[in-house]
């Protein structure tokens, strides 16, 4: 599988809420997380992202992207996507009661690969814009 292919695929399993199961396929193991986020702040794997994004999908089951860009870097082995979060916290298990109010959230996937499968992976997200959005802080 190309990188492209490899990345768009990968991308699509992790924000249909697949988790860390049909993620894997695509990264190394222990293919490594970063995030400037406090709520992500203890996440540092791509296996515990892809399971954090599965959960997400409890307090806000509508929850959905539409992505806005896909680039390919071969010579810098990185594919950056951009995207828009969208959704309504109508379920519970969100750090409050359903709220009822809905989040359109820009954010940027940038992953890094070796070979053919992503060693890594940086999201950049204004989590606090998120969180004011769906009554959360």
């Given at each position: 599988?190309?990188?492209e292919e490899t990345a768009r695929t990968f991308f699509e399993a992790c924000e249909t809420g697949g988790g860390w199961a049909a993620c894997a396929p695509f990264c190394h193991d222990g293919a490594r997380f970063h995030c400037q986020?406090?709520?992500l702040?203890?996440?540092t794997t791509l296996a515990a992202y892809a399971d954090w994004m599965k959960g997400l999908l409890t307090p806000i089951p509508d929850g959905r992207y539409d992505l806005t860009a896909?680039?390919?870097d071969t010579g810098r082995r990185t594919v950056v996507?951009?995207?828009v979060f969208r959704g309504t916290q109508t379920g519970l298990g969100g750090p409050a009661a359903p709220t009822g109010k809905t989040v359109a959230s820009d954010y940027a996937y940038?992953?890094?690969f070796d070979g053919d499968r992503?060693?890594?992976m940086t999201k950049i997200w204004n989590y606090g814009h998120a969180l004011r959005q769906?009554?959360?802080a």
């Open positions: 599988m190309r990188m986020a406090d709520a702040a203890d996440v896909f680039a390919v996507a951009t995207a940038v992953m890094v992503i060693a890594g769906l009554g959360w």
